[in-house]
T-cell receptor, first 113, second 111 residues
């Protein structure tokens, strides 16, 4: 049973560039949530996708956008990268928009220089 | 303002002892509280969820208590082992069922 997978593992980008991160949920899960985790901090909720629509959003600017595909996989896009966007980006999957049992992927480490 | 406080100092204990981690919060009325384990460079792993109307929850060597009057949750690991060394995050429902995470406490179990 495949768990949550994310790609790439690491990424280095320059300020002003755009980045796309990918996530495949755990088998049987239909909901994907994205989190940003800065060093030494807890994960911060970015948004959640269910039935290919953004259902809930945290306190993040419009530079952060996403997409969910019919196979439930998801992408996180960040435009006009800032140095402060450097963080570990985590994807979590669950069932039916739930947060009670989320399975997290290993994350993508994004460094903006 | 809303705050979730977990001890920023690492907790060092001897193998076999009970580890107790604390999560305090202010200006939240969470419907639930969760505990996660996170190893370096890895995503968090869900451990336990306790709802606002529950006082205590157990799972194997883990026990969580939730006191909504004190606005505090305690997380216990009994008979701790070096393999329990990790960062433990509490997350509480911050509105619309979205979890809000604390910064985590590092636990180091010495053999």
């Amino acid at each position: 049973d495949a768990g949550v997978t994310q790609s790439p593992t690491h990424l280095i980008k320059t300020r002003g560039q755009q980045v796309t991160l990918r996530c495949s949920p755990k088998s049987g899960h239909d909901t994907v949530s994205w989190y940003q985790q800065a060093l030494g901090q807890g994960p911060q909720f970015i948004f959640q996708y269910y039935e290919e629509e953004e259902r809930q959003r945290g306190n993040f600017p419009d530079r952060f956008s996403g997409h969910q595909f019919p196979n439930y996989s998801s992408e996180l896009n960040v435009n006009a990268l800032l140095l402060g966007d450097s963080a570990l980006y985590l994807c979590a999957s669950s069932l039916e928009q739930g947060f009670s049992e989320q399975y997290f992927g290993p994350g993508t480490r994004l460094t903006v220089t | 303002s809303q705050k979730i406080e977990q001890n920023s100092e690492a907790l060092n204990i001897q193998e076999g002892k009970t580890a107790t981690l604390t999560c305090n919060y202010t200006n939240y009325s969470p419907a639930y509280l969760q505990w996660y384990r996170q190893d370096p460079g890895r995503g968090p792993v869900f451990l336990l969820l306790i709802r606002e109307n529950e006082k205590e929850k157990r799972k194997e060597r883990l026990k969580v208590t939730f006191d909504t009057t004190l606005k505090q949750s305690l997380f216990h690991i009994t008979a701790s082992q070096p393999a329990d060394s990790a960062t433990y995050l509490c997350a509480l429902e911050g509105g619309s069922y979205i979890p809000t995470f604390g910064r985590g406490t590092s636990l180091i179990v010495h053999p």
